[in-house]
């Protein structure tokens, strides 16, 4: 079984950067594809950010394209989230996802297409 701990959100500055990680146990990160969320309260979870299981072609949502930098090493079982330029509106709760594929691309991103899944990090971004 798969065990994902998300860490590095906290209060940042707007306009600062913010690197957050996903270290997975259990398995080996290899052959999983990964996946970043977010969810504000009341709202539905917001697809942000994919990658191969290979960490090779990410795929990133229209919203997130540019500011946000998706990344997976798997000779440290670890995915990486990195935001550049924190806007007040990224404030919200952050989770990666996993699941068992060996793709060259992440086609599928609903949140129901992840198994495995961490507990989450707030992040808030003071103006």
């Known amino acids: 079984q798969v065990q994902l701990v998300e860490s590095g959100g906290g209060l940042v500055q707007a306009g600062d950067p913010l690197k957050l990680s996903c270290t997975c146990s259990?398995?080996?990160?290899?052959?999983?594809?990964m996946a970043w969320f977010r969810q504000d309260p009341g709202k539905e979870r917001e697809f942000l950010a994919a990658?191969?299981?290979?960490?090779?072609?990410?795929r990133y949502s229209n919203s997130t394209m540019g500011r946000f930098t998706i990344t997976k090493d798997n000779t440290k079982n670890t995915g990486y989230l990195q935001i550049d330029s924190l806007k007040p509106e990224d404030t919200a709760v952050y989770y990666c996802?996993?699941?068992?594929?060996?793709?060259?691309?992440?086609?599928?991103?609903?949140?129901?297409?992840?198994?495995?899944w961490g507990q989450g990090t707030q992040v808030t971004v003071s103006s």
């Open positions: 996802a996993a699941r068992l594929e060996v793709l060259l691309e992440v086609r599928r991103i609903n949140p129901n297409e992840f198994p495995f």
């Open positions: 259990g398995r080996p990160f290899t052959n999983y594809a």
């Open positions: 990658v191969t299981y290979n960490g090779i072609n990410p």
